[in-house]
């Protein structure tokens, strides 16, 4: 089943639009994996007000777990790393788990659909494309 993420007033919702259609994250050099559950852990969760959602985002970084708390929109965070052994988590990550346990601590760009939630200081990045690229100089 499909399904992708649409403002609903306030709350993000999954919108089915086929019970038969799979839906994928595509990841470059590998065959693409059937999102599991591409909202997990956004559905009915509020978005914050007067924040333009859903814009195109195209980021790089390097994809992290994160670790456990009650308002964590996902498993999976992409972290930059600035001078000094000093890091930034950058986005949450929502795509498939599969692709995202592949990638973790690997330097890859992400292209997607960025949300901001009520209660989160960081965006959340649903995504449609997973890229791993060679890290800029120093970065891994």
């Known amino acids: ?13 999954a ?10 994250v595509a990841v470059e050099g590998q065959t693409p994996v ?14 914050k007000p007067g924040i333009p959602q859903g814009r195109s985002v195209r ?18 965070f992409l972290r930059v790393d600035l001078p000094g052994n000093k890091s930034y988590t950058v986005r949450y990550l929502v795509a498939d788990r599969q692709v995202l346990f592949g990638m973790m601590g690997r330097y890859v760009r992400v292209e997607g ?6 209660g989160n200081e960081i965006p959340v990045l649903v995504a449609d494309r997973v890229i ?6 120093g970065d891994r």
């Open 34 to 47: 059937r999102q599991v559950q591409p909202l997990d852990g956004l559905q009915g969760r509020a978005l």
């Open 15 to 24: 919108s089915v639009e086929s019970a038969s259609a799979a839906s994928d």
């Open 59 to 76: 980021i790089a970084g390097i994809v992290q777990p994160a670790s456990f708390s009650f308002r964590r929109p996902s498993r999976y």
């Open 1 to 13: 089943m499909s399904a992708r993420a649409i403002a609903c007033g306030l709350i993000l919702c």
């Open 113 to 118: 659909r960025e949300y901001w939630l009520d």
């Open 132 to 137: 791993d690229e060679p890290a800029p100089d």
